[in-house]
């Protein structure tokens, strides 16, 4: 199974940028599609940001328009790009990683990701 480590986490001013990255090993990140999801103290942990084969990508409502999720194969290695971070954007980010299946498979569900990393904390202050 491919391990996960995620960083580039840290504090930062409210209309600030992050740029996080999720190293890939064990494993061919081209055979995962991949996703990043937040958890926030006291709440669920929730749908980000997603890559699927082909190149699409999904994005959940409260970061359309302000997150990017890339892809290098080649470095396996995801990003997630944050511009014009809010305080509500505060929480432990997760890398993870869904196997490429014959069918189609929830890009914003949790329990549809097989792998997941140990999280990095983003912390946007007021």
């Known amino acids: 199974q491919v391990q996960l480590v995620e960083s580039g986490g840290g504090l930062v001013q409210a209309g600030g940028s992050l740029r996080l990255s999720c190293a890939a090993s064990?494993?061919?990140?081209?055979?995962?599609?991949m996703g990043w999801f937040r958890q926030a103290p006291g709440k669920e942990r929730e749908f980000v940001a997603a890559?699927?084969?082909?190149?699409?990508?999904h994005y959940g409502n409260s970061v359309k328009g302000r997150f990017t999720i890339s892809r290098d194969n080649a470095k396996n290695t995801v990003y997630l790009q944050m511009n014009s971070l809010k305080p509500e954007d505060t929480a432990v980010y997760y890398c993870?990683?869904?196997?490429?299946?014959?069918?189609?498979?929830?890009?914003?569900?949790?329990?549809?990701?097989?792998?997941w990393g140990q999280g990095t904390q983003v912390t946007v202050s007021s």
């Open positions: 993870a990683a869904q196997v490429i299946r014959g069918y189609y498979r929830e890009y914003g569900r949790k329990a549809e990701y097989e792998n």
């Open positions: 890559f699927k084969s082909g190149g699409i990508t």
């Open positions: 064990g494993g061919i990140l081209s055979s995962y599609d």
